[in-house]
């Protein structure tokens, strides 16, 4: 006689039933996990993004005030103070900035003279940027966000009351999931203001 290894039928079937509990419990927890790892992306992607934006402003921001002293005669910069704080109507006060510093070092000579002006805003739930601009207000400025993406929800200047520093905040959520936010600060020392 031939002996018979294997299940048999009732021993089968429990085992298949076992089987198939197991693999329902874990394919809630794998659809739990993957939900996590996206909301965890999601954060990440806007504090990189938030976290670029703040660092490139910063990066201006600290030349504000510069002028070369090796060219003269010394033109007149384009505005009458380095940093100029102000917001445009309807947005927060202290929500957009005025900067200079003379970037091709010809000391603010010829038509160069307003395109050293950089100005950032925040306008509409976005922030916004203009070269060559002397007030919060006007039109032609240029997204710095796509907004079906990213909704800027706070743009804010604190500047020291000795001209050495100058903090910026940037808070921002994401369009399609708004109760994914961040928030992004830097503080930039200012060098070159007198």
Known sequence: MIPFYGFSLPSLLLSLGFASLIMLATSSLIGHLLQVVRIRYYHYTLTATLQQQLNQIAQEVKRAGFRNTIHQPAGLPPLKTPIVIGHYPGESINSCLLFYYDRNRD??????????????????????????????????????????????????LLHSSDNRWLQLTLQGKLTQQPQITQQRQAIVALENLP
């Not at 976005?126 to 240029?142: A, K, M, P």
């Not at 907004?147 to 743009?155: C, G, S, V, W």
Request: hydrophobic letters at 30%; glycine letters at 12%.
């Open 107 to 156: 000391n603010f000579s010829g038509y160069q003279k307003i395109a050293t002006t950089i100005g950032y805003r925040l306008h509409q739930g976005n922030l916004e940027t203009q070269h060559g601009v002397n007030h919060c207000q006007g039109g032609r400025w240029e997204d710095l966000f796509d907004k079906q993406m990213i909704t800027i929800q706070r743009f804010q």
